[in-house]
């Protein structure tokens, strides 16, 4: 956490920053949002790696019913997951 004084001497950064050079400053801060983007779609990726798995092993065990439920839920998870990344957005 921060002190009052460290927030104000980081905010005054960034001021001079943004006032220096601005395409750097909007640089930097395009910089920051894909992380989270990443996040976001490795999480999806996991979803859709651990619903086929079960899928496969449902099927494995004689449950297909089980087995579409998996595969239709991995299936989501891909639509949800290309949605995240960028340039897949109208």
Not at 6 to 29: F, K
């Amino acid at each position: 956490m921060l002190s009052d004084h460290e927030r104000e001497t980081l905010c005054e950064i960034e001021r001079r920053l943004r006032d220096e050079d601005p395409r750097l400053a909007q640089a930097l801060e395009n910089a920051e949002q894909p992380h989270v983007r990443d996040r976001r779609g490795l999480g999806w990726s996991a979803v859709i790696i651990a619903a086929g798995l079960l899928g496969a092993l449902m099927l494995t065990l004689g449950q297909p019913a089980a087995a579409l439920v998996f595969a239709l839920t991995a299936g989501w998870a891909w639509g949800r997951q290309r949605q995240i990344w960028p340039g897949n957005r109208p």
